[in-house]
């Protein structure tokens, strides 16, 4: 019985542990260093795709929380983002969505590299274009 409960105190230390180093990570590695190793880690991508890619994430952003940790990025953030490239830049809903999709893709690949255990771009309320009426 002994025995039994060695191992079971093992497997519930190292689960701690991983668990730890993601805590960790997440709250040293930036939202950028991930995005920067998120395309790297982009394969079969045309260059016009790449090149639009890092201009979203070098113009639009990065510098809005790419230097924040990345398991520190809350909904918050996201939001105020949105919110500003809504309001303030008077982008359309389709480019916010299409900036709001590669942000989120990068949060999916953290979570995928044990960074961060959440996604907070996940379920978030984008702005909606007015539906035009179609004319037969």
């Given at each position: 019985a002994q025995l039994v409960d060695t191992n079971h105190l093992i497997v519930r230390l190292h689960r701690l542990f991983v668990a730890f180093q993601r805590v960790v990570a997440g709250d040293?590695?930036?939202?950028?260093?991930?995005?920067?190793?998120?395309?790297?880690s982009r394969?079969?991508?045309?260059?016009?795709?790449?090149?639009?890619?890092?201009?979203?994430?070098?113009?639009?952003?990065n510098p809005f929380f790419g230097h924040v940790p990345i398991g520190r990025v809350k909904v918050k953030h996201l939001a105020d983002w949105i919110n500003h490239m809504s309001?303030?830049?008077?982008?359309?809903?389709?480019?916010?969505?299409?900036r709001h999709n590669l942000a989120s893709s990068v949060f999916t690949f953290a979570q995928s590299e044990g960074l961060i255990t959440r996604n907070p771009a996940k379920g978030m309320r984008l702005p909606r274009g007015e539906k035009k009426e179609m004319v037969f």
């Open positions: 040293t590695v930036t939202f950028q260093k991930v995005s920067e190793l998120f395309m790297q394969t079969g991508l045309k260059p016009a795709t790449i090149d639009h890619y890092r201009a979203f994430l070098d113009n639009s952003i309001e303030d830049e008077e982008l359309s809903p389709k480019t916010v969505k299409n």
